[in-house]
């Protein structure tokens, strides 16, 4: 079984940064991939960014390239998500999550991110 605890959300002005972390308990194998996610009020979630571990590939959505970078840190089983030049559109609840390849079978519990312009 593979727990994820997201943490380091929070409020920033536009145009400012946050770090995302997410902490993995489990077995985490090197063919899983670890992705970010985000869900803005009233709209579906959508991908953000991801890295495969057996590779450290990384993929990112169109409206973050550029800005965001998904790191992983193997040594503490911890993913990160860089975030900067935060814009008002960045607002949401992003969760991390992980499973084999690219089917996401764990899930974290979300934590927030509120940009103010």
């Known amino acids: 079984q593979v727990q994820l605890v997201e943490s380091g959300g929070g409020l920033v002005q536009a145009g400012g940064s946050l770090r995302l972390s997410c902490a993995a308990s489990?077995?985490?194998?090197?063919?899983?991939?670890m992705g970010w996610f985000r869900q803005a009020p009233g709209k579906e979630r959508q991908f953000v960014a991801s890295?495969?571990?057996?590779?450290?590939?990384?993929y990112y959505s169109d409206s973050v390239k550029g800005r965001f970078t998904i790191s992983m840190n193997n040594a503490k089983n911890t993913v990160y998500l860089q975030m900067n030049s935060l814009e008002p559109e960045d607002t949401a609840v992003y969760y991390c999550?992980?499973?084999?390849?690219?089917?996401?079978?764990?899930w974290g519990q979300g934590t927030q991110v509120a940009v103010s312009s």
């Open positions: 999550a992980t499973g084999i390849g690219s089917i996401y079978n764990y």
């Open positions: 489990g077995r985490i194998g090197s063919t899983y991939t």
């Open positions: 890295i495969r571990l057996s590779s450290d590939t990384t």
